[in-house]
């Protein structure tokens, strides 16, 4: 679980899947604000009405408050000032040190799934800390987190997810499921590799099934295929997918990568995403 989580409020339906989904991310005893970014000084139109300023920040407060109330949450409010949500959220969560960012999807995306709006995703593309996405609608259809899924390569950034998976999974006994996706490597494409890729495809499949099968108190498998399109629609049998951030950001920083950019786009579930593993 988390102990220090910031949720993106905006008055929105995604702000409020992100404040259901931060109730089951949120340790018991943990530390649970509700943040809303708006522009105030910023904004040009300040420059020529004299107390608008003033007006949008109790405007935002008593957005929050509405939004603590509907939601029947015991939760911290706090106001901040940016030029965009995802730089605000961003910066809060480094003043509050907090471990956890949870946003809504974006408004364009498909109801049920976990979808950020560009300029939230280029902001939080180097967060101090992990990052939740609510799918579309959740608060509308909460339950509790019963299946969670990761995607899992053996790599430390996947053993990384693995591991807060099963710290999830333990307080209500989840269902835990890995998924491994596989490919024959590049060098197969350009004709150095006999003509036997389904027979090497089986072959490797073989391997990795019976790897992931070693994995303790997981359901886990392997599939061929490419790794976004595979792990997205692998959320169509979860309540959140776990994935880990392979990106070569700054030491502990979330960076996505090719995988986890497109998961962001396309999974079909709620979405956690790890930062990068200290060295």
């Known amino acids: 679980m988390f102990k220090n989580v910031l949720v993106g409020v905006d008055g929105r339906a995604g702000g409020r899947d992100a404040i259901a989904l931060a109730t089951r991310l949120v340790d ?3 530390k649970l604000t509700l943040a809303h970014v708006y522009t105030g000084e910023l904004h040009p139109l300040h420059a ?5 300023p003033a007006e949008e920040l109790e405007a935002s407060r008593n957005l929050l408050e509405d939004e603590r109330a509907d939601a029947k949450v015991d939760a911290q409010i706090v106001s901040v000032l940016a030029s965009a949500p995802g ?12 471990d956890l960012i949870v946003v809504g999807s974006c408004s364009r995306g498909a109801f049920g799934r976990a979808m950020l709006g560009d300029d939230t995703r280029v902001a939080l593309n180097g967060s101090p800390c992990a990052v939740a996405i609510a799918a579309g609608g959740y608060a509308q259809h909460p339950r509790e987190l019963s299946r969670i899924g990761v995607a899992y390569n053996a790599s430390p950034e996947s053993a990384a997810a693995l591991a807060k998976a099963r710290e999830l999974a333990a307080p209500g006994g989840a269902q835990l499921k890995a998924l491994e996706v596989v490919s024959i490597p590049t ?8 003509p036997t890729i389904g027979e090497s495809v089986d072959v490797l ?13 997981v359901e886990g498998r392997a599939v061929y295929g490419l790794t976004g399109e595979e792990l997205a629609a692998f959320g169509d049998e ?18 996505l990568g090719s995988t986890s950019d497109y998961l962001e786009r396309h999974a079909r579930c709620s979405l ?4 990068r593993a200290a060295e």
């Open 28 to 30: 018991p005893d943990g």
């Open 48 to 52: 020529i009405t004299p107390g608008l």
């Open 87 to 98: 730089s605000g959220l961003h910066r809060q969560a480094e003043e509050q040190h907090a």
């Open 187 to 194: 060098y197969a494409f350009t004709g150095l590799m006999p």
């Open 205 to 217: 499949l073989t391997e990795r099934n019976a790897f992931m099968g070693t994995l303790e108190g």
């Open 238 to 255: 979860l309540d959140i997918l776990v994935v880990g951030s392979r990106g070569y950001g700054p030491l502990r920083r979330l960076v």
């Open 272 to 275: 956690l995403v790890l930062p």
